[in-house]
């Protein structure tokens, strides 16, 4: 079983910073793709950005420029650095871990940014 925990999010005013942080612990496989996604009200949850265990990223169009995933292996923990805060990218951020044995998902964080 996987566990994801996250932090750091909360309310910024537009052109703010926020950083959040996902601890991965249980039974993890070595090889595996870290990631967050988000879900706003009314709308699918999408792909903010990733990062496979070889080092790999992916970002959505929406936060190419503004956004910075990184991780740290040793840790099993992946960080989203947010920068140039949008009000569009209020939503739910969700950290995820996937390995072969499947997608496993955190309890999800707030990101508010006001205008």
């Known amino acids: 079983q996987v566990q994801l925990v996250e932090s750091g999010g909360g309310l910024v005013q537009a052109g703010g910073s926020l950083r959040l942080s996902c601890a991965a612990s249980g039974s993890i496989f070595s090889i595996n793709t870290m990631g967050w996604y988000r879900q706003a009200p009314g709308k699918q949850r999408e792909l903010v950005a990733s990062k496979n265990s070889a080092g790999t990223t992916n970002y959505a169009d929406s936060v190419k420029g503004r956004f910075g995933i990184s991780r740290d292996n040793a840790k099993n923990t992946v960080y989203l650095q947010m920068s140039s805060l949008k009000p569009e990218d209020t939503a739910v951020y969700y950290c995820?871990?996937?390995?072969?044995?499947?997608?496993?998902w955190g309890q999800g964080t707030q990101v508010t940014v006001s205008s």
């Open positions: 995820s871990l996937s390995t072969y044995r499947g997608r496993y």
